[in-house]
């Protein structure tokens, strides 16, 4: 009986910290947006092939600030 009141506690302390992430992403997603409207010359594109970003285009050249690619359009 112990035991299956451990998994539930675990398992509802992950779907806490799922909500919390989910919320942060939410915020940050916000963030980045009301950045990229305040700033014209920016302008944030698809994820780049390393998966762990999102391109950012500026000045004609696309580039991922995680793995460093860059390549002029």
């Known amino acids: 009986m112990r035991g299956r009141h451990l998994h539930s506690r675990r398992l509802r302390d992950l779907e806490d910290r799922l909500d919390d992430a989910e919320q942060q992403i939410a915020r940050l997603e916000n963030t980045l947006r ?3 409207r305040e700033t014209n010359e920016v302008d ?3 994820p ?3 998966g762990e970003s999102l391109l950012i285009v500026r000045q004609r050249t696309v580039y991922c600030p995680h793995c460093k690619y860059r390549r002029a359009i």
Request: glycine share 22%.
């Open 34 to 36: 009301g950045i990229v």
């Open 48 to 50: 780049c092939k390393c």
């Open 44 to 46: 944030v594109s698809g």
